[in-house]
C-alpha cells in the first residue's frame, strides 16, 4: 500500500468513527447540560445546548424531595460494603478453585457457574420471601447478600490465578508458609491488577443495580440512587431538572472514576473474559 | 503484570521452622492435612452464600409455581399456573416482543460491535486510546440513569432527537408512545448501552489473532474484505460464540430498560417477559403465577444456550 493511500484511509476511518463517538457521547453532554436547566428550560424549543445556571437549585429541591445526600451515602455505603465482602468471596474462591485440586473440584464450579445462566427472575420471589422470614426487609444486609457469591466475580478471579506460576506457591510452601498465610503473603500481592479489575467491576455493577434493591428497600431514607431516581420519576408531577441533576450527579463521577481506571479494568476484565 | 518477585521472602526463623517439621516426621504429616483442608475452606464461604441465595432460592421457586395463594394461605394447585400460561395473551406478547428483541436488536448491536473492534484494532485509526475510551464510556451508565436521559431525549414533543430531526425537515416521531417506535427506541437504547461492552470483548480477542495471518492472506492477494472474512472471522469465533450468548442471556431477561423507558407500553408494545415477572410477582402478588413465568423462561434460556452452543461452537 503507498503511503499516500494509507493516509486516506487512515482519515477516513478516523473522521468516521470521530462521527459515530460524538453520536454516542451526545447523551452524557446532553445530561451535563440538562441538570443545570429547570425543568421548564429543558422542554423549551430550541431545547437549551449550553449548561445553564440552575444546578444548585436542582439538587436543593433534590434534597428536599428525596433526600438526596442521604440517598448517596447509602448507595456509598452499600457499594463499599458490597465490594469489600464480594471482593474476599469471589477473590479466596478464585484461588480455591485454580490452585487446587480436590475432590469435587470441577462439578462444585460447574454449579456454581450454573448462577450466571439461571435467569435473576427465577429467584426473585423466593428470595423476598427469605428476607421477609429473615426480617431483613428495608435493611443494607437484604441489598449486599444475596450477590456476595457473584458467578461472574468467581470466573474472573479463577482466570486470573490461574496465571499465577505453580512454582511461586510451591517455594512459598518449602519455606514452611501455611495455606492462608500463602494466601496473604505470597498470591494476593501480584494479583493487584486483577484485584482492581474486580474491585472496579463489583462498584459498578451494585452502585447501578436496580431491581433487588427496589423490591427490599421500603423507606426512601434508605433507598440507592437508582431506586430514588426511578421513584422521582414515577411522580405525578415530574421535576426533570432534579432528576437529571441526580442522574449526572450518580453517572459523571463513575464515568470519570472509570476513565481513571479504565486500563486495569478492561485488561482485567479480558483476562477472564476472554480465554476459553 | 507485577513481577512474582514483589512477594515477600519468608523471614529465617520460619524457613527454619519448616526445615525442622519436615525433618521431623511426627509433624510432617500436620501441613499435607492443612493442604489437604484448605480448598474447601477457601470455595466455603462462596459454595454456603451460593447454596442459600441462590440454589435454595431455585428450588424454592419451582415449589411455589405449583401454588396458589388463597386468602392469605397458599393452596397446592399442581400445574395451574402453567396451564394459564398457555392461554395468557399477555405472556405471549411478552414473549413475542422479547424474541423481536432478540431477533433484531442482538445481531444488529454484535454486527456494530464487531465492526467497531475491528477498526479499533486498525493501525490506520489515529488517538485509538480517546476512542477505545469513548465507546466503552455507555457501559459504566447504570441502566436507570440512561433510561431517563433517553426517556427526556426521546419525547415526542420536547425532545432533543425530534428537534433534531426537525431540522432536516423530518415530522416528529412518537418515540416512545407509537407501539413500533417504542420497541425502536428500546432497542436503540440497549444497542447504545452494551456494543461498547460487546467490542471489549472482540477486540481483546482480535489482538491474539497472529499478525502472521494477515501477512500470509496479503501475499495471497487478499483485499480487505477477503481478510476479515477469512481472517478476522474466524479468530472471532469463541468471542462472538461469548458475546452471542451473553447478549441472548441478557435479553431473555431484559426488564430495566423497558421498566424505565416505557413502563412496558404503549398497549404492552415493550412488555418483555422480565416486566411481566416484575408485575404478577409485586404489583399483583401473585406469587405463584410470576413463579411459573420465571420457570418458563429459565427453560428458554437454557434451550436457546444449548442451540447457540451447538450451532456456533460446532467448529471450533
Not at chain 2, 206 to 231: I, K, M, N, T
Request: aromatic fraction near 10%; charge should be positive; proline fraction near 6%.
Amino acid at each position: 500500500m503507498t503511503a499516500a493511500r494509507h493516509r486516506g484511509r487512515s482519515i477516513l476511518l478516523t473522521s468516521g468513527l470521530a462521527i459515530a463517538l460524538a453520536a454516542v457521547l451526545v447523551p452524557f453532554y446532553w445530561l451535563v447540560v440538562a441538570a443545570t436547566h429547570s425543568s421548564g428550560e429543558i422542554f423549551d424549543s430550541p431545547p437549551p445546548l449550553l449548561p445553564g445556571g440552575h444546578l444548585a437549585e436542582n439538587l436543593r429541591t433534590l434534597q428536599d424531595t428525596a433526600h438526596f445526600g442521604r440517598v448517596v451515602l447509602n448507595s456509598l455505603l452499600i457499594a463499599v460494603i458490597y465490594t469489600l465482602c464480594a471482593g474476599a468471596v469471589c477473590t479466596l474462591a478464585g484461588y480455591g478453585f485454580a490452585k487446587y485440586r480436590f475432590r469435587g473440584r470441577e462439578p462444585l464450579f460447574g454449579l456454581l457457574m450454573l448462577g450466571l445462566v439461571v435467569p435473576a427472575q427465577v429467584t426473585l420471589v423466593p428470595l423476598f420471601q427469605l428476607m421477609a422470614e429473615l426480617r431483613w426487609l428495608g435493611t443494607y444486609q437484604a441489598v449486599i447478600m444475596p450477590n456476595l457469591a457473584l458467578p461472574f466475580g468467581i470466573f474472573l478471579m479463577r482466570q486470573s490465578m490461574a496465571a499465577l506460576p505453580d512454582e511461586l506457591l510451591d517455594s512459598g510452601r518449602m519455606d514452611g508458609c501455611g495455606e492462608l498465610r500463602l494466601f496473604w503473603k505470597v498470591v494476593l500481592p501480584p494479583m493487584k491488577p486483577a484485584l482492581a479489575a474486580l474491585a472496579i467491576f463489583l462498584f459498578l455493577y451494585q452502585w447501578n443495580d436496580f431491581i433487588w434493591p427496589l423490591i427490599v428497600l421500603r423507606d426512601s431514607a434508605t433507598f440507592t440512587v437508582p431506586v430514588a431516581l426511578a421513584s422521582l420519576q414515577g411522580l405525578d408531577e415530574t421535576d426533570y431538572g432534579a432528576i437529571l441533576a441526580g442522574t449526572a450527579a450518580a453517572a459523571i463521577p463513575m464515568a470519570l472514576v472509570f476513565l481513571a481506571l479504565q486500563r486495569q479494568f478492561v485488561s482485567g476484565l479480558l483476562a477472564g473474559a476472554v480465554k476459553e | 503484570m507485577t513481577s512474582p518477585s514483589t512477594a515477600s521472602a519468608p523471614s529465617a526463623t520460619r524457613a527454619g521452622r519448616g526445615v525442622r517439621a519436615v525433618a521431623a516426621r511426627g509433624t510432617a504429616r500436620r501441613p499435607r492435612a492443612g493442604r489437604r483442608a484448605a480448598p474447601y475452606l477457601f470455595v466455603l464461604p462462596a459454595l454456603l452464600l451460593f447454596a442459600a441465595f441462590k440454589l435454595y432460592p431455585i428450588g424454592r421457586s419451582f415449589v411455589i409455581s405449583l401454588h396458589k395463594t388463597v386468602g392469605g394461605s397458599d393452596r397446592f394447585v399442581g400445574a395451574d399456573n402453567y396451564a394459564r400460561l398457555l392461554h395468557d395473551p399477555l405472556f405471549w406478547t411478552a414473549l413475542k416482543n422479547t424474541a423481536v428483541i432478540l431477533a433484531v436488536q442482538v445481531p444488529v448491536m454484535l454486527a456494530l460491535a464487531t465492526g467497531l473492534a475491528v477498526a479499533l484494532d486498525s493501525t490506520a485509526l489515529r488517538a485509538r486510546a480517546v476512542f477505545r475510551l469513548g465507546f466503552f464510556l455507555p457501559m459504566v451508565t447504570g441502566l436507570v440513569a440512561y433510561g431517563i436521559v433517553f426517556s427526556v431525549l426521546l419525547n415526542k414533543d420536547y425532545g432533543l432527537v425530534n428537534w433534531l430531526t426537525g431540522l432536516v425537515g423530518l415530522d416528529p416521531s412518537p418515540w416512545l408512545t407509537d407501539p413500533l417506535w417504542a420497541k425502536v427506541s428500546l432497542g436503540l437504547a440497549l444497542t447504545w448501552h452494551y456494543t461498547g461492552y460487546n467490542a471489549v470483548i472482540l477486540l481483546a480477542r482480535l489482538q491474539s489473532v497472529p499478525a502472521e495471518l494477515y501477512d500470509a492472506a496479503a501475499v495471497d492477494g487478499a483485499g480487505p474484505w477477503h481478510a476479515f472474512r477469512h481472517v478476522t472471522l474466524p479468530g472471532l469465533r469463541p468471542a462472538l460464540l461469548l458475546t452471542t450468548v451473553l447478549s441472548t442471556i441478557g435479553t431473555l431477561q431484559i426488564f430495566d430498560e423497558p421498566y424505565v423507558l416505557t413502563g412496558g407500553g404503549p398497549d404492552n408494545a415493550t412488555l418483555t417477559i422480565g416486566v411481566y415477572v416484575y408485575q404478577n410477582a409485586f404489583k399483583y402478588f401473585d406469587f405463584g403465577y410470576a413463579s411459573a413465568i420465571a420457570y418458563a423462561l429459565a427453560v428458554l434460556i437454557g434451550i436457546l444456550g444449548v442451540i447457540q452452543f451447538r450451532f456456533l461452537g460446532e467448529k471450533s
